[in-house]
């Protein structure tokens, strides 16, 4: 049964997030706001000298990223409930978590600075 649940949070995370890879689901809300500023302002800093988050890059806690952790968690779970290893197998789905998410919010913020 847990090597189920594992399976199962691994796929359908994974699934979730190559239909939204397939299908371009970027944004997860749109919104349209007009309003008229007249501001003037001097700034010397260039787009290469902005961090990724700046450039509208990925947010610590966005969709992807949760999927990405959940992904890790599940495959890290299973792995160890599969080769039983003496370690609690929740332990090591969430190391595989972290780990995801890390190269995750890596990959996402490199394609952002990409744009």
């Known amino acids: 049964m847990t090597l189920l649940i594992y399976g199962l949070i691994t796929a359908a995370c994974g699934g979730l997030l190559a239909v939204m890879a397939l299908f371009g689901a970027d944004s997860d809300i749109d919104t349209d ?15 290469a000298d902005m961090e990724a988050g700046e450039l509208g890059g990925p947010g610590i806690l966005s969709f992807k990223l949760i999927l990405f952790f959940l992904i890790g968690f599940g495959l890290g779970g299973f792995i160890a409930a599969y080769a039983k290893w003496p370690v609690p197998h929740f332990v090591v789905g969430l190391g595989g978590g972290v780990v995801f998410w890390f190269l995750g919010y890596k990959a996402l913020k490199l394609l952002y600075q990409q744009q």
């Open 33 to 47: 706001v007009d309003a008229d500023f007249d501001v003037d302002t001097d700034l010397d800093m260039g787009v």
